[in-house]
């Protein structure tokens, strides 16, 4: 912070103040504790007064509910300002005043306790402070505050004393004002930190230690250590809400109305959406809402995710008590969104977290500050009880999942924009703590990765107050020698939106399963597959022959390794053999024809056989139970829902379901979605593809404007580097400004679109094809790739909420056909469209349906109930 002690010294417009202060120094922050807003009024008058003799702009923020601090007549410039609209943008409207006014400003801001009470919270309060204050001392202004006494926690109360420059408590006594100086910056007189009388224009000393003492004696400060426990607005709320439960369940008249402080509670904890506001009320009462707040750490809202458990819990077990017996319980603890704001603030990453105008400065600002979250530090006393939680864990492995303000929300569900972390908890205290908190950072760094930052800026969101929240979970599952896992995991939609059956009704829901954690179900694996569950016909799979069965069986399962304390991946052969064989039996078949599909106890012996789950969803009623469970969601919801959960089986065969995720799905139910003729005669010359499936979206007939083709001969022979080189250019002609979002962009290429290995597809982020309407992808990358209908749970979100339809085509089987020929005889546009990627042009092929070699144009038809699909060409004339 640069000295401004040496530059000249302004007026508070009380001459007598300015000889206690030795006069204002250009950048001070001057903050007055009161006991009542009329006690910051006398300061006010004067200090506009002056400003207005300087010819200085003065600047007045309103925002508290007090009476006007300024009249129409003082010359001030007033901002209305609501912090009710969220902490994000409040600051940013005030940052932005500040900017325009420029340096040498004066300003006035309401009594700051109002903040705290809009926000429920004292740690913003203080983050605001720390925010703000330091820019106005640098554009050299004079701003004052107030600060009511005795009001609020440490958590405000240090972060403004160390800030400030000008602090000042304000005490009426018999209608008598004085005042005592509490932090004077970069100034000295022998009487400046004496309490002073204020009569008139003369401010004088109290010489008396009687009089002193009887003023100062009965008022605690807050700056000193023995009183940082002072609950702010949060304890006190917490305590208020504990008295009133206990007086209810007493059956004593409670202090207050109970469902009013509900009210209060619910939108300081658990959410203010007015979308999910009625369903919070109708399913949680004030004893669920304290239990969150039993295990909070921190203050603030527990986020989208955490919300979405709870709610989902409490809709199932108050519906029907059943479910308790059904669902695992939880003991999951919530780290509150304030911890997350808190962090960047006192780590010097807010400024770079600041939305700008050109988004590629947002990215490489959030680039330096993704490295500053890694890096930075957490407050002693989080530390503390993040050690207190993970004590009361001990050594069960844990996962810390993002709960951001707009995670799972109505529109947008962020689905895989976010991190979340594994924690196989073993080691020391020290050693489980320090790997908490790095897990918690590479979830709060992810708040500002660049694919999330792409999403909102799509839906509209970058302006939106977003913070992390986080939800900590103990990890469901059991442990088998010194692997820790679930049995079952994966997703549920409570609609189906994509059949490939006649037999499936899209209203019964379905399934994406694994073996062990869950992560293979969420994450798209390039190298694996899952089982997926239709639940009106648990039984009826995808695949068409019964050796594809075996084929498309998951492989490899991931688990927790308490001996390394890591995640890991490990074949399913392997892994069979630590479970028992009674409990194996329902989820895998054997090759009981090989004399390798007994588990004799030989530790060289492995499992023969295939995951394939037919006996769990055969004969334990699960299908049913998870039918049932999608059902009354979206019923309560009144909406579809997807759901994410694990379950372990019993040696009866009976199950418990941990339901850890609940959140609307974004499907277009009806959209386009009646049933599709394929045309009956096409000259076999026109057909640029066709497809017996899988096919995952909705029926389509539609012109197709562009069509982007990766040629897999050439791709092929590509280095990595320039396989890289293509996901780019793909992602920059996908977002050309001449592509209008009513027209039909489709991406054909070999193997996996948005791989991580350029060796398995071509390795573009969501973010880079989010424009495109088709995604077709070509089994030709090597012989043991075939297209997955499961396609992952993240990346199949993402194709649903843009609406976007997946094809996959498997040239030489049969009903599939890519026509190479047809598309080559088209002109390449790629360098016309994009001069730099002209090197591009022998594996990068863009055709435009206006500029067909014969006139004609491009359509698509797509009959997704009986998954197929034709791309052709017609000719012009």
Known sequence: MQNNSDKPRLSTGLPGLDRVLTGLLPGDNVVWEIDDIRDYLPVIGPLAAEAGRLKRRLIYFRFADHPPLLGDDSGATVRQLYPQSGFERFVTEILDVIEHAGPGAYYVFD????????????????????????????????????????????????????????????????????????????????????????????????????????????????????????????????????????????????????????????????????????????????????????????????????????????????????????????????????????YLVQNGCWWLRRRHKDFNVVLERAAEARQKIMEGKFPEYIQEQFLEMLEYFGQSPLIVRSSSL???????????????????????????????????????????????????????????????????????????????????????????????????????????????????????TDDDYTRLVALNAPLRRP??????????????????????????????????????????????????????????????????????????????????????????LEQNYEHPVDVEFTANLSRDGSFRINLVQCRPFQVKIGASGGRVRLPERLDPGSIVLATRGPVVGHSIATLVQRLIYVRPSVYSQLSSSRRYSVARNIGRLAHLEDASPKQCLMLVGPGRWGTSMPSLGVPVSFAEINTASVLCELALMHEGLVPDVSLGTHFFNDLVEMDMLYLAVSPGKQGHALNEEFILRQKNQLQRLLPSAADLADVLWVIDSDCLSDGGALFLNVDSMKQEGVCYGTRGG
């Open 111 to 342: 009594c700051l306790s109002d903040l705290a009470a809009d926000w429920f919270s004292d740690r913003m309060l203080g983050n605001f402070f720390m925010i703000v204050c330091p820019y106005l001392y640098e554009l050299e202004t004079i701003a004052y505050f107030a600060l009511q006494k005795n009001l609020h926690s440490f958590h405000a109360t240090r972060p403004i004393f160390n800030t400030a420059q000008v602090i000042i408590e304000v005490y009426r006594k018999s209608d008598r004002l004085f005042i005592h100086p509490m932090k004077v910056w970069q100034r000295q007189s022998p009487t400046l930190y004496m309490l002073h009388s204020w009569e008139g224009e003369k401010f004088t000393p109290v010489t008396s230690s009687s009089v002193t003492t009887d003023i100062l004696s009965s008022v605690p400060t807050p700056w000193l250590e023995f009183t940082i426990h002072r609950p702010g607005t949060w304890a006190r709320t917490f305590q208020q809400a504990q008295q009133v439960l206990n007086q209810v369940q007493q059956g004593l008249k409670p202090d207050r109305d109970p469902s009013e402080l509900l009210v209060r509670l619910v939108k300081m904890v658990v959410t203010r959406d007015d979308r999910f506001l009625p369903l919070v009320m109708k399913y949680f009462d004030l004893a669920d809402v304290v239990r969150v707040m039993q295990r909070m750490i921190g203050t603030g809202l527990i986020g989208g995710k955490s919300l979405g458990m709870l709610l989902a819990r409490a809709i199932l077990t108050k519906t029907d008590p059943k479910w308790h017996c059904l669902l695992e319980g939880h003991d999951s603890f919530f780290v509150g969104s304030d911890v997350f704001y808190t």
């Open 406 to 524: 707009l995670e799972d929300n109505y529109g947008n569900a962020f689905s895989g924009k976010y991190e979340s972390v594994f924690c196989a908890n073993q080691g020391s205290p020290q050693e489980r703590l320090s790997a908490f908190m790095d897990a918690v950072r590479t979830v709060y760094a992810s708040a500002m990765n660049e694919e999330s930052l792409h999403y909102r800026r799509r839906y509209g969101l970058l302006d939106r107050d977003e913070q992390m929240a986080l939800l900590i979970q103990r990890v469901s599952g059991e442990l088998h020698d010194n692997l820790f896992f679930p049995h079952v995991a994966g997703v549920g939609f409570s609609f189906n939106p994509f059949v490939w059956n006649e037999e499936i009704d899209p209203k019964a829901g379905v399934l994406r399963m694994v073996f062990g954690l869950g992560t293979r179900a969420v994450e798209r």
């Open 543 to 632: 695949e068409a022959a019964p050796e594809q069965v075996r084929e498309f069986a998951q492989r490899r399962v991931d688990v927790l390794d308490l001996k390394s304390n890591r995640l890991v991946s490990r074949p399913f052969d392997q892994v069979a053999l630590t479970i028992e064989p009674e409990l194996l039996d329902y989820f895998a078949e054997r090759d009981e024809d090989s004399a390798a599909g007994a588990l004799d106890g030989d530790e060289r012996q492995t499992f023969h056989g295939f995951l394939s789950f037919d006996r769990f969803l055969a004969e334990t009623g699960f299908a049913a139970t998870m039918r049932e469970l999608c059902r009354v």
